[in-house]
């Protein structure tokens, strides 16, 4: 049975701009796989238009089948964490083995406030 997991250094899981997100990734997976990808990267929820956009990522090339690594990104100037009625931003630590299927989420808000911006539709 496949394990991957990601591991914030910090309880928190709000970043301002220019912070530095850090923590430990670690996998355990029946095969050795061809590649190894953590992505920092957005995506948007709407019942239209879906958009995505990469801020970083780390591959690592023919690792062991099971291991872990460090990581540390820079969090960019934006976009901004939001949640509206009809759109709603977010951003998400990404591992996944290729070949494979299975991937693991750990979801992040970036915000310079601190929090998640709500959009309030009067």
């Known amino acids: 049975m496949n394990e991957l997991?990601?591991?914030l250094n910090s309880d928190a899981n709000t970043f301002a701009p220019g912070?530095?997100?850090e923590?430990?990734?670690s996998w355990k997976l029946d095969e050795d796989p061809q590649k190894l990808t953590l992505a920092l990267h957005w995506y948007t929820q709407s019942g239209a238009v879906k958009q995505s956009g990469m801020a970083d990522s780390i591959e690592l090339e023919r690792p062991a089948g099971n291991g872990s690594?460090?990581?540390s990104f820079?969090?960019?100037?934006?976009p901004y964490s939001f949640q509206g009625r009809l759109l709603s931003l977010n951003?998400?630590?990404e591992l996944a083995p290729l070949p494979?299927?299975?991937l693991v989420r750990q979801p992040i808000t970036v915000s310079p406030m601190g929090g998640r911006g709500v959009?309030?539709?009067k």
């Not at 820079?74 to 934006?78: D, K, T, Y």
């Open 5 to 7: 997991n990601i591991r």
């Open 19 to 21: 912070q530095t997100v």
């Open 23 to 25: 923590g430990t990734i």
């Open 69 to 71: 690594k460090d990581f």
């Open 74 to 78: 820079e969090i960019p100037q934006g």
């Open 91 to 93: 951003w998400v630590l």
């Open 100 to 102: 494979g299927i299975d």
């Open 119 to 121: 959009l309030i539709d």
